[in-house]
Every structure is written in structure tokens, then in C-alpha cells.
């Protein structure tokens, strides 16, 4: 099984987004069986699912945060998990130890960036990332120009290790994808091509034994 956690311990950087066009993606682009795991008590990518045509690709939802994953249906091959804000301590070890590959989105703000290679740093501290036993790339979520304002986050990454994997614009289709349960890769081409182009270094990442430990 593939496990997929998108995290980040501050709200509203696209953590249920990315969540959603991961899921999305795997479900149209591979065989297997695809769940998308909430830990978020706001729930937002199980409102997304409910949303989700019954015609497109299945992909099955679990209410983590009330259940955990004792639930987890046994043939999933991809597990997608949207992992709560304000995850720290214990929390994020017991969260980490699910993850084989950490997604951290990023907002262009230079609070973000504090708070974001503060929580990577955090993240770095935990065990199981130390030991390399899982993966961990940054994306950049909501980039409206191509900023120099990561540029110190480029660096403390690059001291790191971390790759700065993806840059995703800010743009409607993320919007518009959400209301219908779909991802940017279900809308058509014709809107979505630039989205599909951004996302072509994440998902081959995702995709890649680069991502696993
Ligand atoms: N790339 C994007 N372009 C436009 N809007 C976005 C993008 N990423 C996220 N959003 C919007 O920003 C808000 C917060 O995103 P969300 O994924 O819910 O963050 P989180 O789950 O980390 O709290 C939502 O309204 C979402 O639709
Ligand atoms: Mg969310």
C-alpha cells in the first residue's frame, strides 16, 4: 500500500486540496483501489467525496478522525491522508507513523514560510523522518507570480534535504473542482492544461520510488 499524508500544522494552505487532487489523480490514472482518509474534525475531504459523481472513479472515504484507520478497507492500494491543523508532539509522531511520503503545502506569505520550515523542522525531529523511513517534499500552493519570496525557503530546504517539489497557482479550477468532487486532472483540458503542467513534478514524484523510503 501507498501512504500519502498531506500536513502541515496551519490551517488554509491547501492541505484538503492537495488531499483531493491526490486522491483524484490516483483514482483516474491507476487500477486499485483508492481511500482518502480524514483526520480533520472539519471533515472538508469527506464533504468533497459526498460531492463526487458516482460515475467517476470510485474513491472511498474514512472518517479518521472518529475512527482512526481501524476501518481501512483491506484492498486499498493508495492511502491518501488530510491530516488536522496544529499537529505537533505526540500528535504528529502518531500521525507520521502511518506515512510512508509527507506532502507540506505552502502559502506564499512570508508568515507561512516561518511557520512552515518551523514545522519542518519539526517534522525532521520525528523518528521515523530522521531514520529516513519516510519521505517529505514541500509544494507551494496559491502562487500568483513567480515569487522570489521562497527563496529563503528554497535555501533552508535545500540545507535540509527537502525538495520544493511543485508550484500550484492560485486559480478557480481548484475552486471549482472542489464544489463537484473532482480534481483538476477530471476537468477538461481545455481549462485545466496549466494545472495538469504544475502538477506533472508532484504526481511523478508521487509516482517515483523518490518518494519512497
Ligand atoms: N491553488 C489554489 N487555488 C485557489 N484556491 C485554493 C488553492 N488551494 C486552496 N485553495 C482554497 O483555499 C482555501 C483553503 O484550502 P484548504 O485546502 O481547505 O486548506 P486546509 O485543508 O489546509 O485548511 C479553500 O477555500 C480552498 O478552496
Ligand atoms: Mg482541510
Request: with cysteine.
Amino acid at each position: 500500500m501507498r501512504t500519502i499524508m498531506v500536513i502541515n500544522a496551519k490551517g488554509g494552505c491547501g492541505k484538503s486540496t492537495l488531499s483531493t487532487n491526490i486522491a483524484a489523480y490516483f483514482a483516474t490514472h491507476w487500477e486499485g483501489t483508492v481511500t482518502l482518509a480524514d483526520y480533520d474534525p472539519q471533515a472538508s475531504s469527506l464533504d468533497w467525496l459526498a460531492k463526487r459523481p458516482p460515475e467517476r472513479d470510485r474513491i472511498h472515504g474514512l472518517d479518521a478522525h472518529e475512527e482512526g484507520l481501524r476501518h481501512l478497507d483491506r484492498n486499498t492500494e493508495f492511502l491518501i491522508i488530510d491530516a488536522p491543523a496544529r499537529s505537533h508532539g505526540t500528535e504528529l509522531t502518531q500521525l507520521v507513523r502511518h506515512a510512508e511520503t509527507i506532502v507540506v503545502p505552502v502559502l506564499p506569505s512570508p508568515i507561512d514560510i516561518n511557520a512552515a520550515s518551523r514545522f519542518i523542522q519539526e517534522l525532521l525531529d520525528v523518528g521515523k523522518v530522521e531514520r529516513r523511513e519516510v519521505k517529505v517534499a514541500a509544494v507551494a500552493n496559491r502562487v500568483r507570480e513567480n515569487l522570489l519570496i521562497f527563496g529563503e525557503l528554497e535555501q533552508f530546504l535545500e540545507k535540509i534535504k527537502v525538495p520544493f517539489i511543485a508550484r500550484l497557482r492560485d486559480a478557480q479550477n481548484y475552486i471549482r473542482a472542489y464544489s463537484r468532487g473532482l480534481g483538476v486532472h477530471e476537468l477538461p483540458e481545455y481549462l485545466a492544461y496549466p494545472d495538469w503542467e504544475q502538477w506533472e513534478p508532484l504526481v511523478k514524484w508521487l509516482e517515483s520510488r523518490r518518494s519512497q523510503p
